[in-house]
């Protein structure tokens, strides 16, 4: 029988830069306007924080523990998950990233937690399918769900953007042979009319962590996740098995992504 896991990093320690931006013609109510002018995406509320349909979606797809990588000023996630309104369906644990280093750096601050098991990664501004979900649950070794472009754009996710992701190269055997992070052009041609996109959402084991200590900081400053996943699966011997899928993952990073989501979250009940 493939093992299945049950524990969850979610990445929930950025600056959220975008967010705090403000968009000509994007109309706020005054609590987002408050939580988007903090950069803290997660709490944005759609009737729910945003990250409670994330954690909703992880206790469907059969996980139970997750940990939460907050920065030491955000109080709001720890109080909101410890006191106001805990999660009846997830335990949920705190990991601290002293200083925001990275996506990489911030998997190492939840080592603790992980302890010996295998373990998914997640996004906290990313809202992904229970099926996909699922699917990473129960895929019983190290790997990643891709996403079709076209199923992305079913989503909120405008075309231009794509660019802003990681298309991914697949051999042969089904595992993940390269990934190409904010590809140019040339690339996107290269990967067809509908390339597969990673969505940062990962099954990995401890055995990948000294990848994340290893990563080159990037031009940003960063230990960036999917460049440690670059080096681990060229350099390193990592194998991640693939499965696609042509759901959408709909994508909270600007002020413009707000409306959309509000929309389709009117078919969405969150109950973690």
Request: charged share 25%; net charge negative; glycine share 8%.
């Amino acid at each position: 029988m493939a093992l299945k896991i049950d524990k969850a990093v979610i990445l929930a320690r950025g600056l959220g830069k975008r967010m705090r931006c403000a968009e000509d013609g994007v109309p706020l109510d005054s609590g987002q306007e408050a939580v988007a002018a903090t950069g803290v995406k997660a709490m944005l509320s759609f009737g729910r924080p945003f990250l409670d349909y994330v954690l909703s979606a992880l206790a469907d797809a059969g996980f139970r523990d997750v940990c939460l990588v907050v920065g030491p000023e955000h109080d709001v996630i720890r109080d909101y998950y410890t006191h106001t309104s805990p999660p009846r369906r997830l335990c949920i644990h705190f990991a601290i990233q002293a200083e925001p280093l990275g996506t990489a750096d911030a998997l190492l601050s939840a080592e603790s937690f992980i302890g010996s098991d295998e373990f998914l990664v997640l996004n906290s501004d990313n809202y992904y399918p229970v099926g996909a979900l699922k699917t990473l649950c129960e895929m019983g070794e190290p790997g990643t769900v891709l996403f079709e472009r076209e199923g992305l754009l079913r989503g909120n996710v405008p075309a231009e953007r794509i660019r802003d992701y990681a298309v991914a190269v697949v051999g042969e055997d089904g595992y993940l042979a390269d990934i190409i992070e904010k590809p140019d052009e040339a690339t996107l041609r290269a990967a067809g009319e509908n390339p597969l996109v990673s969505m940062n959402v990962w099954r990995l084991s401890p055995t990948f962590f000294p990848a994340c200590h290893k990563v080159e900081i990037s031009a940003r400053g960063e230990r960036e996740l999917p460049q440690a996943i670059r080096l681990a699966i060229c350099s390193m011997g990592l194998r991640l098995k693939v499965e696609r899928s042509s759901e959408p993952v709909l994508d909270l990073s600007r002020r413009g992504d707000i409306a959309s989501i509000a929309d389709w979250f009117l078919r969405v009940e969150a109950n973690p």
